[in-house]
Nanobody, 124 residues
Framework: QVQLVESGGGLVQAGGSLRLSCAAS????????MGWFRQAPEKEREFVAA????????NYADSMKGRFTISRDNTKNTLYLQMNSLKPEDTAVYYC?????????????????WGQGTQVTVSS
């Protein structure tokens, strides 16, 4: 089992920044890749960004490219999402996810473990 705990969400004005963190514990050595997803009210959960164990394969949803940066510190078993130039449409609950096998980065069904989520609210 892998446990994931997100933090860093909050209320920010449009144009501002936030950094989300996701602390992993448990069988972290089994994790192949990690990612961030988000879910806005009355919308389906959508892919934000993902990164593999070595940090070499990084993927972003098109709407986040250039504004969001995903990174991981394997020594701390922590995943990060730096979010800049935030927009009201970025308002959502952001979830951290981990995968223990190879597969697509983009689909939530490919991930095995999930955090509880952290709320990000961007005011206009």
């Amino acid at each position: 089992q892998v446990q994931l705990v997100e933090s860093g969400g909050g209320l920010v004005q449009a144009g501002g920044s936030l950094r989300l963190s996701c602390a992993a514990s448990g069988r972290t050595f089994s994790v192949h890749a990690m990612g961030w997803f988000r879910q806005a009210p009355e919308k389906e959960r959508e892919f934000v960004a993902a990164i593999d164990l070595g940090g070499f394969a990084i993927n972003y949803a098109d709407s986040m490219k250039g504004r969001f940066t995903i990174s991981r510190d394997n020594t701390k078993n922590t995943l990060y999402l730096q979010m800049n130039s935030l927009k009201p449409e970025d308002t959502a609950v952001y979830y951290c996810a981990a995968r223990v096998h190879s597969g697509s980065y983009f689909y939530d069904r490919e991930y095995d473990y999930w955090g509880q989520g952290t709320q990000v609210t961007v005011s206009s």
